[in-house]
Nanobody, 120 residues
């Protein structure tokens, strides 16, 4: 399974971005796709995930502002980020897991990341 994240950029507080994660390859055990982010000097943290069933989960820190969706025809998972804040700054990664989890260690395949910078 290969994943490629894109759509990051430099935005102002309050702006919106749509991050995309194009995935290819096939893993019979793949169950969910997740988004994580990592700010400088901080650990990678869970942002959102979507299961094959369509079930979604978002972190409390972004709940109500970020949503995750999938376009199966395009093999692409999206992270719709609205009301961006400076604390949302970081490298955003998409990943694939055979489980339903918020733990990065449960994700087997990772994309290269896309930088999101939110200025105040």
């Amino acid at each position: 399974v290969q994943l490629q994240a894109s759509g990051g950029g430099l935005v102002q507080a309050g702006d919106s971005l749509r991050l995309s994660c194009a995935f290819s390859g096939h893993s019979p055990s793949a169950y969910s796709k997740g988004w994580f982010r990592q700010a400088p000097g901080k650990e990678r943290e869970f942002v959102a995930a979507i299961a094959r069933s369509g079930l979604t989960n978002t972190a409390d820190s972004v709940k109500g502002r970020f949503t995750v969706s999938v376009d199966r025809a395009k093999n692409t998972v999206y992270l719709h980020a609205t009301g961006l804040r400076p604390e949302d700054t970081g490298v955003y990664y998409c990943a694939s897991s055979s489980a339903w989890s918020t733990q990065s260690t449960r994700y087997n395949y990772w994309g290269q990341g896309t930088q999101v910078t939110v200025s105040s």
